[in-house]
């Protein structure tokens, strides 16, 4: 048998290090997700002893992303989304605006192009589908109206990333990068249609052949009374909705997975589906977290220490008040705005695939790549303490209220 297997061993030894230091982080009362972090940078090449394959891990973290995806559409129906997009889509759409012209300012600070700027400051404007959803799953917030609101504005800044990939080697070169040479031919115009109706293309498929094929197909496994066969059932619907929408429509596996449990939603059978595939979406959404940490190179800390203070501080400060500022301007309450604004005070997987499209473009320089990861991880490593001091405010006023009547 060869002993060359790095799937195996990204496995037990990712879970082993995840176990053990996600319970000393539950132990000093911290997040377990730091714990995965830690044991993410200690699988990376940065640091002495075992190196893990990045490639196999960050394939395991897409998986989850699909099923926490997934399982969000189980609970978020059409009307809900319908129902927010009044301030989800401007909310959104404004607040990538000022976070990318915050990052740009950042980079004009470093001597950086203004192509390169653009790049930097997308990549700091979107936040991680993993780390919002958990933090909201944490506190049953997924349901609640700043839940949905969360949500909805992160399904509208996927959308918009979906399209900023896609558009990003078509005008490379009018930002100072190289253009592949497939994009060189298709006009800008052309490209921007192509996006849009793929788009379009999939969130109709979806509500036309999708809301009546998956809830016929799951009734079927049902009455076949195995349960094994549900359990497969619906995690070959998330991942195979997933890859079908990437494959063929070009958009996003979060964005697939997560229409095709919102389709899911309409059976009877949603919240037994959404039960079966709890465990899997809990042991994939560590790999994410390790994955993360296994892009982290610690000397960046050392080396370039107020760059990443500045980039940490338009993530986490920056994105924060712009969220605020917004929510309270659709006259929401204050609550509401705090909740958003921590939600959204961190950067994750988009961010990783922007900087690394933006690389290889010539679009982004090695340096602006590993500020991006170093703002990632410490951004998640922030987010749920600045959820912690918020639990703790809305808990003194829910005790001061009773005071005041």
Same mark, same amino acid.
């Given at each position: 048998?060869?002993?060359?297997?790095?799937?195996?061993?990204?496995?037990?030894?990712?879970?082993?290090?995840?176990?053990?230091?996600?319970?000393?982080?539950?132990?000093?009362?911290?997040?377990?997700?730091?714990?995965?972090?830690?044991?993410?940078?200690?699988?990376?090449?940065?640091?002495?002893g075992?190196?893990?394959?990045?490639h196999?891990?960050s394939?395991?973290?897409?998986?989850?992303?699909?099923?926490?995806?997934?399982?969000?559409?189980?609970?978020?129906?059409?009307?809900d989304?319908?129902?927010?997009?009044?301030?989800?889509?401007?909310?959104a759409v404004?607040q990538?605006?000022?976070?990318?012209?915050?990052?740009m300012?950042?980079a004009?600070?470093?001597?950086?192009?203004?192509?390169?700027?653009?790049?930097?400051?997308l990549?700091l404007?979107?936040?991680?589908?993993?780390?919002l959803?958990?933090a909201?799953?944490?506190?049953?917030?997924?349901?609640?109206?700043?839940?949905?609101?969360?949500?909805?504005?992160?399904?509208?800044?996927?959308?918009?990333?979906?399209?900023?990939?896609?558009?990003?080697?078509?005008?490379?070169?009018?930002l100072?990068?190289?253009? &592949?040479?497939?994009?060189?031919?298709?006009?800008?115009?052309?490209?921007?249609?192509?996006? !849009?109706?793929?788009?379009?293309?999939?969130?109709a498929?979806?509500l036309i052949?999708?809301?009546?094929?998956?809830?016929?197909?799951?009734?079927?496994?049902v009455?076949?009374?195995?349960?094994?066969?549900?359990? !497969?059932?619906?995690?070959?619907?998330?991942?195979?909705?997933?890859?079908g929408?990437?494959?063929?429509?070009?958009?996003?596996f979060?964005l697939?997975a997560?229409?095709?449990?919102?389709?899911l939603?309409?059976?009877p059978?949603?919240?037994?589906a959404?039960?079966?595939?709890?465990?899997?979406?809990?042991?994939?959404?560590?790999?994410?977290?390790i994955?993360?940490?296994?892009?982290?190179n610690?000397?960046?800390?050392v080396?370039?220490?107020?760059?990443?203070?500045?980039?940490?501080?338009?993530?986490?400060?920056?994105?924060?008040?712009?969220?605020?500022?917004i929510?309270?301007?659709?006259?929401?309450?204050?609550?509401?705005?705090?909740?958003?604004?921590?939600?959204?005070?961190?950067?994750?997987?988009?961010s990783?695939?922007?900087?690394?499209?933006?690389?290889?473009?010539?679009?982004? &320089?090695?340096r602006?790549?590993?500020?991006?990861?170093?703002?990632?991880?410490?951004?998640i490593?922030?987010? &749920?303490l600045l959820?912690?001091?918020?639990?703790?405010?809305?808990?003194?006023?829910?005790?001061?209220?009773?005071q005041?009547?």
């Amino acid at each position: 048998m060869p002993h060359d297997t790095p799937l195996l061993s990204i496995l037990v030894i990712g879970f082993g290090l995840a176990f053990v230091f996600g319970a000393i982080a539950h132990r000093l009362r911290m997040p377990p997700l730091i714990g995965y972090l830690v044991a993410g940078i200690l699988c990376g090449p940065f640091t002495p002893g075992f190196v893990g394959d990045s490639h196999i891990a960050s394939e395991l973290a897409e998986i989850g992303v699909i099923l926490l995806m997934f399982g969000v559409g189980l609970h978020f129906s059409l009307a809900d989304l319908l129902a927010v997009k009044w301030i989800a889509i401007p909310g959104a759409v404004v607040q990538i605006a000022l976070a990318t012209l915050m990052g740009m300012g950042l980079a004009w600070g470093f001597g950086w192009t203004w192509g390169e700027g653009f790049v930097y400051g997308l990549a700091l404007s979107v936040a991680s589908t993993v780390v919002l959803l958990k933090a909201l799953q944490d506190r049953e917030l997924v349901e609640s109206p700043e839940g949905r609101i969360a949500v909805g504005w992160l399904i509208v800044e996927d959308l918009a990333m979906v399209l900023a990939l896609v558009l990003l080697p078509a005008v490379a070169g009018l930002l100072g990068g190289k253009a &592949p040479a497939s994009a060189a031919d298709t006009s800008l115009g052309i490209t921007l249609l192509l996006t !849009l109706g793929k788009v379009a293309a999939f969130i109709a498929f979806m509500l036309i052949v999708g809301r009546r094929f998956i809830p016929w197909l799951l009734e079927k496994i049902v009455w076949s009374g195995n349960r094994e066969l549900f359990r !497969l059932a619906v995690l070959a619907i998330a991942l195979g909705v997933a890859y079908g929408a990437a494959s063929l429509f070009g958009v996003s596996f979060a964005l697939g997975a997560f229409f095709a449990g919102m389709v899911l939603a309409e059976s009877p059978f949603s919240h037994r589906a959404a039960e079966e595939s709890l465990p899997l979406r809990d042991a994939f959404s560590v790999l994410f977290f390790i994955s993360v940490g296994m892009l982290f190179n610690p000397r960046v800390l050392v080396d370039d220490p107020w760059a990443v203070l500045g980039t940490v501080a338009v993530i986490v400060i920056g994105k924060s008040l712009a969220a605020y500022a917004i929510v309270l301007a659709f006259r929401h309450k204050q609550n509401t705005a705090l909740t958003i604004s921590a939600s959204l005070a961190q950067i994750g997987e988009f961010s990783f695939i922007l900087a690394s499209l933006g690389l290889s473009l010539g679009l982004l &320089p090695a340096r602006g790549h590993a500020l991006v990861i170093a703002g990632a991880l410490i951004s998640i490593l922030i987010n &749920p303490l600045l959820f912690s001091v918020l639990d703790r405010f809305k808990a003194r006023q829910t005790a001061e209220q009773p005071q005041e009547a």
